[in-house]
Every structure is written in C-alpha cells, then in structure tokens.
C-alpha cells in the first residue's frame, strides 16, 4: 500500500538559512499534519491543513510557514534557521480526522 | 505537567513475555487513543486505534481504554525481539492534533 512520501530525507543546512521540506500524503487522504521530534523527545503538532485549508496550529515558530497545495501535497518553509530546530519532521496524513499514517521523515541538522 | 504522562523505561523482557504498556491523561476532551511503534530513526508506526471504553484486539495486540480513569493501556503477547521499539501512545480530542506521551521503550531478549 502507499504510504506517506517526504522529501528531502535529509537535509544540513547552516545557521540562518532556509530549509523547505516536503510531503506527499496517502492517495485519497486530504488532510496533511505536521510533527517536530526532538533527540529523545516526543513528536510536537507544528501545524495542519484540511482541504488546503489551515485546520490548526500548534507550536510552530513565526520563522516557519507552511501550505498545503491543490494536489494535497504539503511543504513546510522554514526561514532563519537556528541550531534548535535540529530535529526529525514528520509528517502525517489522513482522510478527515481519521486515523493518522507517518511519513518516514526529515531529519534536519542546523550547522 | 504534560497532558500525557507515559513512564519511558527502559523495559527489558524475555521472548514470549506478555508485555504491558499503560498511559494516563488529565484532559477529558480526548476521544481517540492511539498506539505508535517507532524504531529508531523511522517514522511512528499506527499498531492501534481506538474510540471508546474496552478493550480492541488485534493478533497479539489488544489496546484497552478507560476513560472514567483516563488510563490507557496496549497488551503484547507472545512479545518477539522484533518487537523492541519505542511506543508512543498518543490521543486527541475533536480536533487532529495528536498529544503524545513520552514513549516506552521496549526491548524484547531472546
């Protein structure tokens, strides 16, 4: 079955640089979430996007921006990087608010 | 405090062990209740998803829920070493955001 695609699978970027991450959700699915894990942590809900709609936002910073295009696939933008935001991004998919699938993630290292 | 507290381990056990997983949470908006598996460097894996009080089977998984406790729970049986992840319980209430707990790792000897 397909899963969830993002892209890239990594990325090392430098301090105030710009990253843009990528996902492709499940066939069918319309709704793209987006999770921050840190080293150890649990993952944090950033943002998420129904219908190309923002549905909700969590604790994304005001350096990051994301949207969600007419082919559902989603990006997240993430602007004046610092060594902070070293972390695996996932991101997940359903149909409505369904059960969630993850992404195999992103894992960002910030030089 | 966090909204869900899950106790991280490490838990060792032998092959074949029946393996318990439990999370507690404080908020009463959560409806849905789910069961994660992570290796390492991967992505969350969904093993269960559940919606109301009892228990839900699924092969050697059963998740049981009690909301009047707020306590959540994910049974192993027969636990292999390919069993040995993190597990992430996580829920939500009417909207999509997902709360996780702080994962348990699991390692299963054999």
């Known amino acids: 079955a397909a899963g969830v695609i993002q892209s890239p699978r990594h990325l090392i970027k430098e301090k105030r640089e710009t990253a843009t991450l990528k996902c492709y959700p499940i066939p069918r699915h319309d709704t793209v979430y987006w999770y921050q894990q840190g080293p150890g942590q649990d993952p944090q809900f950033l943002i998420s996007f129904y219908e190309k709609m923002q549905s909700d936002k969590g604790s994304i910073p005001d350096r990051f921006s994301a949207q969600q295009f007419s082919d559902y696939h989603s990006e997240l933008n993430m602007s004046s990087l610092e060594l902070g935001d070293s972390a695996l991004y996932f991101c997940?998919?359903?149909?409505?608010?369904?059960?969630?699938?993850f992404g195999p993630g992103t894992r960002l290292t910030v030089l | 405090q966090k909204e869900v507290e899950q106790d991280p381990g490490p838990l060792s056990v032998p092959e074949g062990a029946i393996v318990s997983l439990n999370c507690t949470y404080s908020n009463s908006a959560f409806q849905y209740f789910m069961w994660y598996r992570q290796y390492s460097r991967k992505g969350p894996e969904l093993l269960m998803y559940?919606?109301?009080?009892g228990n839900k089977e699924d092969g050697r998984f059963t998740a049981q829920v009690d909301k009047s406790s707020k306590y959540i729970s994910l049974f192993i049986r027969d636990s292999q070493p390919s069993d040995s992840a993190t597990y992430l319980c996580a829920m939500r209430g009417n909207t999509g955001k997902l709360i996780f707990g702080q994962g348990t790792t699991l390692q299963v000897k054999p």
């Open positions: 997940a998919s359903s149909r409505g608010s369904n059960e969630q699938f």
């Open positions: 559940t919606y109301s009080s």
